[in-house]
């Protein structure tokens, strides 16, 4: 059976090669690939494999273009260009580029449905290096839908960025538990209490984390520093006004956000850091 024309070829690179010999479909955008065989076999434990036998004994009713078998698929073409992409040989075409989550996560999705595991190892990592600090939540429940331990650590860490409550709905949340999500904030409150808890002055921490004595905070002469907290080897050292307020006010940020993006935040850090820059020995050291 011939091919109904209204499918457009996809002609970029590497899609224009005349050697290929199998056309994938998108029926949705009505698009078809021109792709090897070979190289979608080899990105695949079976599948692509039992597809490929299916439509040589379906010779009948099997549709061809140009005297290619024409395999269709429900994915849009924005999805197959970029699982094509990632499961051909980087040298065959220019490294792929994942916009957006959204699409990241179709295309990972698609990779995984057709067993394509050298593509997903790939997918995942570009998703995680590119989304991580931006989109948290989302690849943590991600993770969590797929059973991918690694990563779901890795982006429950980062979760710390966020507030504990409040967090903003994300469509991938319906892909866990409640159990799951109460788990995570549960974490986030442990971690909550135990960054606040070492950074709170005269409370139960202790500041033995402080490796050394000489930061300008502790030596400014200038400073009138009466206080003292304890540092590494108990030794006893007093501090400036203006280290005493920002450490007070880490204390309770990090209850909300105990993660150091908190700490860093320019909106956190600048107003103590300009404190510190009024004083005339303390200036040389601090940088706004
Ligand atoms: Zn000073």
């Known amino acids: 059976m011939n091919s109904d024309d209204s499918f457009i070829d996809f002609t970029s690179p590497p899609f224009d090669n005349p050697d290929a010999d199998l ?6 955008s009505r698009t078809d690939f021109f792709v090897f065989k070979s190289i979608l076999a080899f990105s695949s434990s079976d599948f692509w494999k039992n597809m490929f036998q299916m439509s040589n004994n379906d010779d009948t009713t099997g549709e061809t273009k140009n005297g290619y078998p024409v395999i269709p698929l429900e994915e849009s073409k924005e999805v197959l260009e970029l699982l094509f992409r990632f499961a051909y040989p ?3 075409a220019p490294k792929p580029s994942l916009d957006t989550l959204t699409l990241g996560v179709q295309v990972l999705e698609a990779s995984i449905k057709y067993s394509m595991q050298g593509a997903e190892i ?17 690849l943590f429940a991600l993770a969590c839908h797929h059973g991918l331990e690694t990563e779901m650590k890795i982006a429950a860490k980062q979760t710390l960025r966020l507030p504990v409550v409040g967090h903003e709905y994300v469509e991938e949340l319906e ?14 409150l442990m971690c909550g209490k135990l960054a606040s808890d070492v950074s709170k002055i005269g409370g139960y921490g202790n500041f033995h984390w402080i490796q050394r004595p000489d930061y300008v905070w502790f030596t400014c002469t200038k400073c009138y520093r009466s206080n003292h907290v304890s540092i590494k080897g108990d030794q006893q050292v007093r501090y400036t006004p203006w280290w005493g307020d920002a450490i007070r006010s880490a204390s309770v940020v990090l209850k909300d956000k105990p993660s150091g993006a908190t700490l860093r935040d320019p909106a956190f850090m600048n107003e103590f850091l300009e404190k510190g820059a009024e004083c005339s020995f303390c200036r040389g050291k601090v940088a706004i």
Do not use: N
Request: charged letters at 30%; zero cysteines; hydrophobic letters at 30%.
């Open 90 to 92: 980087p040298s065959s």
């Open 175 to 188: 892909h866990i538990s409640a159990g799951v999500y109460h788990r995570l904030q549960e974490y986030h």
């Open 23 to 28: 056309y994938v479909r998108s029926t949705p």
């Open 122 to 138: 790939v997918i995942r990592e570009e998703l995680f290096r590119k989304f991580l600090e931006s989109e948290p939540l989302r």
